[in-house]
């Protein structure tokens, strides 16, 4: 019997996720020969053909498809092993993180700060982007983890929900709304309404919900950042529908009011999101890191956990 190793394994698993062997040399820092020797290698000491090869990508042939799960359960075994083995504290390596813009402006930092104490040797390249671009960049394996507005839908990646950030409508105290009764939702149209980037379920929820009950056009504008759209409320240019713990301390401070509609967008709802194939345990491990700090931070601050309808 021919041996065959770990790292045989690995790149085999590689392979078969991204469909390539230059976009797993790519990702196992390696030559692209090196990748086809060590896959002939395999299928050497398996006997089988394990990649059908089409132009400059390759898919599993039939027993390429049969030996996979067996592959993906031996290579999580030997994650087992070494993480129990080992202390997190000498993981070396790269972790690509993406997160949507919410996280930075609340729980981020004690992530990273948690992270950093488990695993001093991984380095954290940081992506902030919105969800959309994120999940792209997670299926293509272009990162790690990724804590977004979830879950993704792909049966190759792991979510775990984190608590959600009801949003809230606020307005400068220079808006003239009057206080202590509940408004209607088309009060909220004599000002332009500012709100999360057009690639995002809040922006898709707020157009379909002023479209379908007004003939008038709705004044959305849309941000891809959050600090932009919390400055031109505080600026007094619209009504933000923004997420309370981004808004609690302006509004505590007299910066901001909060708006009683009749009509709450829905929360957001996070997950902290990996791929599962091939394995990574830091990846996992910080994805579930993520969800605690999250739920710590939640209780921390009493903030509203509930979705609105």
Known sequence: ?????????????????????????????????????RIAGLEKALSARLFERLNNNVKLTAKGQQVLPLVQRTLRAAERLQMTASSTATVEGVLRV???????????????????DDYP???????????????NELTARHLDMAILMGP??????????????????????KLDFPEGNQIPLAELLRHPIITYARATRPFSELHRKFSSEFDETPRLFPA?????????????????????????????AGRLRTIDCEWQPSALRFTASFPVDPPNPVAQQAAQLAANVAEAYASARGSPRGASS
């Open 98 to 116: 993406g997160v949507a813009d919410t996280i930075v402006h609340t729980w981020l930092s004690d992530f990273l700060r948690r992270f950093r």
């Open 1 to 37: 019997m021919i041996p065959f190793n770990i790292k045989q394994l690995e790149t085999f698993l590689w392979v078969a996720a991204l469909g390539s062997f230059r976009k797993a040399a790519i990702k196992l820092n390696t030559t692209q020969p090196a990748i086809s020797t």
């Open 121 to 135: 040797l991984v380095d954290v390249d940081l992506t902030v982007d919105i969800s959309l671009r994120l999940q």
């Open 152 to 173: 993704v839908a792909e049966h190759r990646i792991e979510n775990i929900g984190i608590p959600p950030f009801p949003l809230t409508w606020v307005c400068s105290p």
């Open 224 to 252: 891809g950042s959050l600090a932009a759209s919390l400055r031109m409320v505080l600026d007094g240019l619209g009504i933000g529908a923004l997420p309370h713990d981004v808004v609690c301390d302006h509004v505590a």
